[in-house]
């Protein structure tokens, strides 16, 4: 069973469009993350969620949106898509414990602007 | 601001060989991270070091925490073709939940 799962694995869109990347975990996890990788593999945090509630803001444009229905989902809406968007996201999770937490990532999503 | 540099970049050797990879900050951590990423795939977590002169090993992989908690390295004995991918190092960060990630070492093993 996939512990972290998104959809969809391949984005491929116009500029200017609005889009949806899906991410359930079945790990029984408090907390969820999306991050983005660029070109240069460099994994940046966008957003955190612990039991549904925005924990983690970092610094992205406001036509990114994430929602959490509820601790096993978190979505990632993107509207009026950019160039500057295309890069692959990945969706994690964690649980706390002692001597730290591990990330579990999901396989990503690689989104691709046109 | 918390930051973790990584070294080298990029690195690309023939099989057989060894080679370490270095995560350095000038901010102590209270545990560090390594985790590997293969292509079209999510990291992994490799190990978690949280005392500091710990070393871990894991089969030919050797981590090791620096004592004052800044720095840590990974060593590979007898590298193989499948310990090619990203390796990344993420350490605690201020706030919970955060990890603070280096920017990955590249490392390509050729047979």
């Known amino acids: 069973d996939t512990a972290v799962s998104q959809t969809p694995k391949y984005l491929v869109t116009q500029m200017g469009n609005d889009k949806s990347i899906k991410c359930e975990q079945n790990?029984?996890?408090?907390?969820m993350y999306w991050y983005k990788q660029d070109s240069k593999k460099f994994l940046k945090i966008m957003f955190s969620?612990?039991?549904?509630?925005?924990?983690i803001n970092e610094t992205v444009p406001n036509r990114f949106s994430p929602k959490s229905p509820d601790k096993a989902h978190l979505n990632l809406h993107i509207n009026s898509l950019e160039l500057g968007d295309s890069a692959v996201y990945f969706c994690a999770s964690s649980q706390e414990q002692a001597g730290g937490y591990e990330q579990f990532f999901g396989p990503g999503t690689r989104l691709t602007v046109l | 601001t918390q930051l973790l540099e990584q070294s080298p970049q990029f690195l690309s050797i023939q099989e057989g060989e060894n080679l370490t990879v270095y995560c350095n900050s000038s901010s102590v951590f209270s545990s560090l991270q390594w985790y590997r990423q293969e292509p079209g795939e999510g990291p992994v977590l490799l190990v978690t070091?949280?005392?500091g002169g710990e070393v871990k090993k894991l089969k030919r992989l050797t981590f090791q925490f620096g004592d004052a908690r800044k720095d840590s390295s990974l060593h590979i004995t007898a590298a193989q073709p499948g310990d090619t991918g990203l390796y990344l190092c993420?350490?605690?960060?201020?706030?919970?939940?955060?990890?603070?990630w280096g920017a990955g070492t590249k490392l390509i093993i050729k047979p």
């Open positions: 993420a350490g605690d960060g201020d706030s919970n939940y955060q990890l603070i």
């Open positions: 790990l029984g996890h408090d907390t």
């Open positions: 969620y612990n039991n549904k509630e925005l924990i």
């Open positions: 070091v949280v005392t």
